[in-house]
């Protein structure tokens, strides 16, 4: 269980699993990545069910499936409080929660949110209020090949690292190609220092936890 926070919007990850197969996923060949969504207050709705599949499909891409086939991961993540960047949060939690729990990774991602406002300045993890302010806004999620678990042949996507390139990209509103790729140069450079929070964060757990003393 991994509780994330990103200015005031809180959410906590917890993983189970894996565990074995039900027959709906069943897959010989490679493991299940299952995601539960559940907000503050009231029942999951549209919104909820689209940030469980963008986040479904940003795990799938990062974990090692074939290690455990024929098994159901599950990663539940629950909405403490909503200020803006929630997705990113969510992803940021999760991708921290799958490491604690012991998940095989091919790289940790990390996910931000970025927005251009009305003075034309690129805002990053904006909060509500700043998110309704724009015209549109953007996640971006990033691989951090420096914690892969793969050999780095494996991290290559036509001859480039996979470092250099971008997992997810969901974009809300309306932006400008130009605003996009402003965007996507600063996240990418906030993402890097994000990596190194993260991974801190993730030592100090470990070193705190006896369970996970070697």
């Not at 290690?67 to 629950?78: A, E, G, W």
């Amino acid at each position: 269980m991994f509780f994330y926070v990103l200015g005031d919007t809180k959410v906590i990850a917890a993983v189970y699993g894996p565990k074995a197969g039900t027959r709906k996923n069943e897959n010989p060949e490679k493991a299940c990545i299952e995601v539960i969504w559940k907000p503050k207050t009231g029942q999951s709705g549209k919104p909820e069910r689209e940030y469980e599949m963008v986040l479904k499909k940003t795990l799938q891409s990062i974990c090692l499936l074939n290690v455990h086939p024929n098994t159901t991961t599950s990663i539940v993540i629950q909405v403490v409080n909503d200020d803006g960047a929630l997705l990113p949060c969510a992803i940021n939690a999760a991708c921290a929660a799958l490491v604690d729990a012991g998940i095989p990774l091919k790289h940790l991602a990390v996910a931000i949110c970025c927005c251009m406002n009305e003075g034309g300045h690129i805002l990053l993890d904006p909060s509500k209020i700043e998110e309704q302010k724009v015209k549109g806004f953007v996640y971006l999620v990033f691989p951090n090949s420096i914690v892969s678990m793969v050999p780095q042949e494996s991290l290559r996507a036509g001859g480039e690292l996979m470092e250099h390139g971008i997992i997810t990209s969901v974009t809300h509103g309306m932006m400008a190609v130009d605003d996009y790729f402003s965007c996507l140069k600063l996240g990418r450079a906030a993402a890097a220092e994000l990596s190194d929070f993260l991974r801190n964060s993730l030592k100090l757990k470990a070193g705190n936890d006896p369970s996970k003393a070697g």
